[in-house]
C-alpha cells in the first residue's frame, strides 16, 4: 500500500469516526445501537440482558484483531454480504465487539476483509465496573 492509499484511509477513519458517537454509554444505548443498524430483527429485551454493565467506546483497530462472532449469530447471507459490498466505505457504521469478537456487524466485517480494508471502526463493549 502506498502513502497515498494509505492517507486516504486516515482521512476515512477520521471522518466516520467523527460521525459517530464517541460513547454507548450503558446497554440501553448499545442495544439501540444494534437495532438502528441492523437491518434484520433484533431482541431488544435479549440484548439488554446481555450488555447489562456494560457501556461501548468507539475505536479504531486493526481488522486482524477481530475474530468472527459465535456460529450461531454468525450465519452467512451472501445477499446481504453483496449488497454492503456494494456500498462506500462511508456507510458502513461501526461493528459491535466485546473481547475482540463480533457481537454485531459479521457481514460488515466480512466485506472489508474482501477490500482488504486494514483498520476498522469498532464499538469496544467494556464492563462499566472494570473502568
Known sequence: MNNQTKRKNVELCLKLYSMFEKCLKDNYAIADYISSVSPSYTDINLMLDYFWGYKAILREVNIHQL?????????????????????PLETMPPIVVKDNQIEDGNHRYRVCKRKNVKTILIYDVINIENE
Open 67 to 87: 475474530n468472527s462472532g459465535k456460529i450461531e449469530a454468525n450465519l452467512q447471507d451472501i445477499k446481504k454480504e453483496n449488497s454492503y459490498f456494494s456500498k
